[in-house]
């Protein structure tokens, strides 16, 4: 075998391998890529979730007042609301 043969045989077979080399380090890029890209999105969605207001949430906020808190009118103004008449019809 000359030796120009043997050094074409070994840059091909050295760019076949590099060239190996670098489909697998992009193929494992764009897939680590998209395993960030749902990663963001998922994100997206938790800080969403945390930016509603916290009047909104039942365990400390507006709904719990109301449920928990002391009455709307006080005890004088309901008194004062008993003594009127009714008229039903």
């Excluded at 380090?25 to 916290?54: F, N």
């Excluded at 039942?58 to 009118?73: K, Q, S």
């Amino acid at each position: 075998m000359k030796i120009g043969t043997l050094l074409t045989a070994a840059i091909v077979s050295l760019s076949a391998v590099g060239g190996g080399l670098a489909v697998y380090v992009a193929a494992t890029k764009y897939q680590t890529m998209d395993k960030v890209s749902v990663a963001q999105r998922r994100l997206e969605i938790v800080r969403a979730v945390g930016d509603i207001p916290r009047y909104l949430n039942p365990e400390r906020g507006v709904a719990t007042n109301i449920l928990f808190g002391p009455p709307a009118a006080d005890a004088k103004a309901r008194a004062a609301f008993r003594g009127l008449p009714w008229k039903l019809n």
